[in-house]
């Protein structure tokens, strides 16, 4: 299967989700990610939610196809190691943390000059945040919701941790390929709060606040700036339609049956519904035609009329429906994982050539302790079972 990353080897010390997400991205395509954790595992070992065995699903999930070694960080002498195995090995390493002394990249840069250190902070100096508070600082919140809602709705995706995990794997190849042409390495920083500031910024939401544009407000389910909304139907199904172009538009029209009401609508109100902007605008009156002639029908007679257009839409599944569909979805595939049994898991999201590696089950704590010191320090059984003695490593047995 195309690994276009491999002989990339990476050593990440991180936990949660940006940070390990990173790593993940890297080794579904190919890369030797070897995931460092203290004795006993990483906090977000444990994190929700879990199998029958206790085992995280979450943390299954976002480990994918690493290895994995355990060593007391809080020691010099484990930190030491660690710093050996990056020095030694591809001199690249993933961390959210910059509190070890010998793993910052001051250090590391001391004894490797092409290092690659890529450290995701929560804020740009370096202050905690997590994925819930920065989505408090940014706004996001203010706007989700119905629009008689009071509170900051928080979106129960992780976005910043998400998109702050992809830009670390976008920072760190941008990073090795400078390397690759001059032989010098580099530090990669991304603050979490960044992320998101750069998102609201890119999305145009800050340029309108600082230029005096109408305010935002809640608007439910609508899509901001064209005609988007969820309708229900007779026996309780629920679609999200979106019509972004003009000929998207015509077809919602035809297969509602709604093209001559809304002309006219059109001619009474002085509105060119052809324009993205007009259909916006009376997005109200609008979706109260269409909502109607949804409501008169089922959920399974609304999609035979929608898949002979060109709209843009999809019935809302929830977890439960969309897991009995993974079967037959290219992206996944069978994966036995220890601690959880078999189910079904996403491979890399990525195709080249058509070809997509399959999941690889996320490690033990531990699981690749012995392999890791021995292959890539040299390590000798003596030297692992002095470090097992003295509680500077565990696992791997």
């Not at 830009?167 to 690759?180: I, T």
């Not at 002085?270 to 909502?291: C, T």
């Not at 012995?370 to 500077?392: C, H, I, P, Q």
Request: aromatic share 6%; net charge negative; glycine share 12%.
């Amino acid at each position: 299967m195309t690994r276009p990353l491999r002989g990339l080897r990476i050593v990440e010390i991180s936990s949660y989700v940006a940070a390990p997400l990173s790593g993940m991205t890297l080794a579904q395509l190919g890369a030797d990610v070897i995931r460092v954790e203290p004795i006993g595992g990483a906090a977000d070992r444990t994190r929700w939610p879990l199998a029958g065995s206790g085992t995280s699903l979450y943390w299954s999930g976002l480990n994918k196809g690493k290895r994995a070694i355990e060593v007391d960080l809080s020691a010099g002498e484990g930190r030491r190691l660690v710093a050996d195995l990056v020095v030694t090995g591809g001199g690249i390493v993933i961390t959210n943390s910059d509190h070890h002394p010998e793993l910052t990249f001051e250090a590391l840069r001391a004894r490797r000059a092409d290092v690659i250190h890529v450290l995701l902070t929560g804020r740009r100096d370096g202050g905690p945040a997590v994925d819930y508070t920065v989505q408090a600082a940014t706004g996001f919140p203010l706007l989700t919701g119905a629009e008689d809602t009071t509170g900051p709705v928080n979106s129960v995706v992780p976005a910043w941790d998400v998109a702050a995990g992809l830009y670390l794997a976008a920072g760190l190849l941008a990073a090795e390929r400078h390397r690759l042409l001059t032989g010098e390495g580099r530090q990669v920083r991304v603050a979490l709060e960044d992320v998101a500031l750069a998102t609201a910024g890119n999305l145009g939401h800050l340029a309108e606040a600082q230029l005096g544009g109408t305010p935002r407000h809640r608007d439910g389910n609508h899509v901001y700036g064209t005609f988007g909304r969820d309708f229900a139907t007779a026996d309780g199904g629920r679609l999200m339609i979106v019509a972004l172009t003009a000929r998207h538009w015509r077809d919602l029209l035809a297969a509602t049956g709604l093209t001559d009401v809304v002309s006219a609508l059109g001619d009474a109100l002085g509105a060119d519904f052809a324009e993205e902007s007009e259909r916006y605008r009376h997005r109200k009156v609008l979706g109260d035609l269409i909502a109607a002639w949804f409501e008169r029908r089922t959920l399974a007679e609304a999609e035979e009329a929608l898949r002979a257009t060109r709209v843009l839409w999809s019935r809302y599944r929830s977890f439960a429906e969309l897991a009995a569909l993974l079967p037959e979805h290219p992206l996944m595939a069978e994966l036995r994982q220890p601690g959880v049994g078999t189910y079904w898991a996403p491979g890399s999201p990525v195709v080249m050539d058509d070809e997509q590696p399959p999941p690889a089950a996320s490690p033990l704590v531990g699981q690749h302790t012995d392999e890791v010191l021995r292959g890539e320090l040299g390590l000798s059984e003596r030297d692992l079972a002095t470090l097992r003695k003295n509680g500077v490593i565990r696992g791997g047995e």
